[in-house]
């Protein structure tokens, strides 16, 4: 899953508002392999069924879900290894003044809020019956 932000002008007072949308790839990555780092281009976020093209060969739609209460977005970045200084008296104080780091201590990551959310972009594989209906809509 992944976060996107989508800006919409608002004409009350001339300001531009930012909503973030989570778009949610979950039932498409059992059927295609999608790298990391693969370009995509997002289109037609103000529609009721976005369009997401993924490194020019896959297709999907999207279609929006309020979220069930808040749901809120993190970034998470490598954290500092926490140090530790001994500062105490101690009988035998062998590492006076000195910062000491625990080899045994595992990663830690530091989470920062984002932003929240109210709604979900769920993608599934367009399928030729899709751009079918899409093109009868556009007719009538």
């Known amino acids: 899953m992944e976060a996107d932000l989508m800006h919409r002008d608002n ?3 001339g300001a531009e508002e930012e909503d973030y949308v989570l778009l ?3 039932a ?4 295609v392999d999608i790298s990391p780092d693969a370009p995509y281009v997002l289109s037609g976020l103000d529609t ?3 369009i997401l093209i ?9 279609k929006y879900e309020d979220t069930i209460g808040t ?3 993190f970034s998470e970045n490598e954290a500092a290894p926490l140090v530790q200084e001994e500062t105490g008296p101690s009988e035998a104080n062998l590492f006076a003044g000195r910062c000491i780091v625990d080899p045994n201590q595992a990663p830690t990551k530091e989470v ?4 929240q959310l109210q709604k979900i ?3 599934r594989l367009l399928m030729d019956e899709d751009v079918q209906d899409a093109n009868m809509e556009s007719k009538t």
Request: proline letters at 6%; glycine letters at 4%.
């Open 11 to 13: 004409q009350e007072d």
């Open 24 to 26: 949610d790839l979950d």
């Open 28 to 31: 498409v990555f059992a059927q």
């Open 48 to 50: 009721s069924e976005p």
């Open 54 to 62: 993924i490194d020019d060969k896959v297709k999907l739609i999207g």
């Open 71 to 73: 749901c809120f977005v």
């Open 112 to 115: 920062k809020p984002v932003a």
């Open 121 to 123: 972009l769920k993608f």
